[in-house]
């Protein structure tokens, strides 16, 4: 199981190392910079470009700078990866799928809402 810690934020999933260095762009996006925070993950992509909570985390950045097509698309791509178990905050263990699906219906209800 590959080790993760994910947590919601401002009903957004976000994805966060368990070590203090932050190369998944969790810093900026808590603090709510979301263009420093995909500025930080694309260029961490260019390295490591199949991890998942990379991908989970540039689209939630995107979707609040306003790149839900682009959100979508990398939701999209996680659900296309082999599945990634995330150990959430609370103990709980959940799929990268199913942080991905949750993301995605997340998208639908904005564009729904406007």
């Known amino acids: 199981m590959r080790m993760i810690v994910a947590t919601m934020l401002a009903g957004a999933c976000l994805t966060t190392p368990a070590l203090a260095t932050d190369r998944t762009g969790y810093q900026a996006i808590a603090a709510g910079d979301f263009t420093a925070a995909a500025k930080r993950l694309e260029a961490e992509r260019r390295i490591f470009p199949d991890r998942p909570e990379l991908m989970l985390n540039l689209a939630v950045a995107y ?26 905050p609370d103990g709980a263990v959940v799929s990268s799928h199913d942080v991905a699906t949750r993301g995605r219906s997340r998208l639908q209800t904005q564009i729904a809402t406007r």
């Open 63 to 88: 979707a609040r700078i306003g790149r839900t097509a682009e959100a979508r698309s990398l939701y999209d791509d996680v659900l296309q990866r082999p599945v990634v178990a995330m150990d959430m």
